[in-house]
Structures are given as C-alpha cells and as structure tokens.
C-alpha cells in the first residue's frame, strides 16, 4: 500500500527559505510521478511542481524561479525547497503520487492517486 507523509510545513516571514518533505512508501519512483500540490485558504487545490523519471521536472509559473522540485531514491523522499517566501505562498502543501505514464501530465490533479495529509505553510508579511 502507498503512503506519504508529509513535513517541514510552518510558520516564516517572507523571503526565507522553507523546505517541505514528503517521505513515500510502496511505490518506485520510477514507477510513479510524484507531484506537490497545494490549497490557499477559501481557494481551489492548484498544481506547485512535479518530478517523473522519464521527463524530468514541472513547475507553475508563480513559483518557477522559486522552488525547486528534488527527489532522494535512496531515502524514497521528495523535498520541495521553497525560496524567497511571499504571503501568496501561505496554503497547505500536499505531496501525491501517480501512476508514470507519458499521456499522464503531472501538472494535472486528476492523475494522482495517492495523497498525503498535508503540511501547512504560513507566510507573513
């Protein structure tokens, strides 16, 4: 069975650094694409960034030049460094897992199907 936990998640100032990690058991990265999504308050779940073996690494616009998406094979972790915090950012953060596949988009909620609890991450201005 497939589990992911999800820490790092706190309460910053803006423009620190945060870095959020996910640790998954029962699945092989190379088997899966795995993905941080994340849900501002009053607001819908939006697609962060996203890892997979066969084409490297995704990000969304407001956040490309900021966080950078890394996995560690070894510990089965995804980490997701956050820099140059702004209040914008403050969501939970969600780690999931989706079955690796080239017609399946990682930026895409739908092919994801295994979900962590969630971190929650508070800047301040």
């Known amino acids: 069975q497939v589990h992911l936990v999800e820490s790092g998640g706190g309460l910053v100032q803006a423009g620190v650094s945060l870095r959020l990690s996910c640790a998954a058991s029962?699945?092989?990265?190379?088997?899966?694409?795995m993905g941080w999504f994340r849900q501002p308050p009053g607001k819908e779940r939006e697609f962060v960034a996203a890892?997979?073996?066969?084409?490297?690494?995704y990000y969304a616009d407001p956040v490309k030049d900021r966080f950078t998406i890394s996995q560690d094979n070894g510990k089965n972790t995804v980490y997701l460094q956050m820099n140059n915090l702004k209040s914008e950012d403050t969501a939970i953060y969600y780690c999931?897992?989706?079955?690796?596949?080239?017609?399946?988009?990682?930026?895409?909620?739908?092919?994801?199907?295994?979900w962590g609890q969630g971190t929650q991450v508070t800047v301040s201005s």
């Open positions: 999931a897992a989706g079955p690796q596949g080239l017609l399946n988009d990682p930026r895409l909620r739908r092919n994801y199907n295994v």
């Open positions: 029962g699945l092989s990265f190379s088997s899966y694409h």
């Open positions: 890892v997979r073996w066969i084409s490297g690494t």
